[in-house]
């Protein structure tokens, strides 16, 4: 069996056993190695340690995601861009825990991390103003993905029968109504009749519409 291990299979390993248990800290070399059947020592000829592991496939999930065309509506490309990566990271498990538990080396990743600030450059926007506005494209899908995870979480204890939880629920929303908190009923409303995908696309818009070139 190890005579046909690669670093290819190592990594379609990992990304199973993500799909089975969604936790990178559970993650390790040697339920991979017995996932494909092969000594633990063997994954080390591949990857020096479980880090490297992870950069290997933080580089995987980036070399699917699909590259909007370029044009001159920088707008239009950026909210390309970031819906591209809202979709990329549904592809894989942990693919937002792995993106923030690696380090942004591989070319790829550096490459992409240019083409954005590039964008932004070249419509008239400082280095400045490019850096802060990439950070803040990147932490709008980073906490919206981080909120979508807590929630489902969440909603899985009370389906499996968490009652603090459900009791914590039940008390929510009687406070709403006894007090008349008739925003917060309305923005319930709205979270749970708009697919979280088109809550993201809505946030990135506003927030494209914010900004205005320097120049």
């Known amino acids: 069996m190890e005579n046909k291990l690669s670093r290819e299979k190592i990594i379609e390993a990992a990304f199973q056993l993500l799909e089975e248990t969604p936790d990178i800290e559970k993650l390790s070399m040697r339920k991979i190695a017995k996932k494909i059947d092969v000594q633990a020592p063997a994954l080390y000829w591949y990857f020096q340690n479980k880090q ?5 496939m933080a580089e995987e999930i980036e070399r699917h995601f699909q590259t909007p065309e370029h044009t001159d509506d920088w ?6 861009y970031m819906e591209n990566y809202y979709d990329l990271y549904q592809q894989f498990p942990c693919a937002l825990e792995i993106e923030m538990n690696t380090i942004p080396s591989s070319p ?3 490459t992409r991390y240019n083409d954005l600030l590039g964008i932004l450059r070249t419509a008239g926007f400082s280095i400045e103003a490019s850096c802060i506005a990439v950070s803040a494209l990147q932490h709008l899908l980073f906490g919206l993905l981080i909120d979508i995870t807590e929630e489902k979480q969440l909603y899985s204890k009370i389906l499996n029968g968490d009652s603090y939880l459900s009791q914590q629920v039940v008390l929510m929303k009687q406070y709403i109504t006894d007090n008349q908190l008739t925003y917060v009923e309305e923005s319930f409303a709205y979270r749970q009749q708009k697919k979280q995908k088109d809550t993201f696309k809505r946030m990135i818009r506003l927030f494209l519409d914010s900004l205005e070139a320097d120049d």
């Open 52 to 56: 490297a592991l992870l950069q290997s």
């Open 75 to 80: 707008k239009q490309v950026l909210f390309a």
């Open 108 to 110: 790829l990743r550096l």
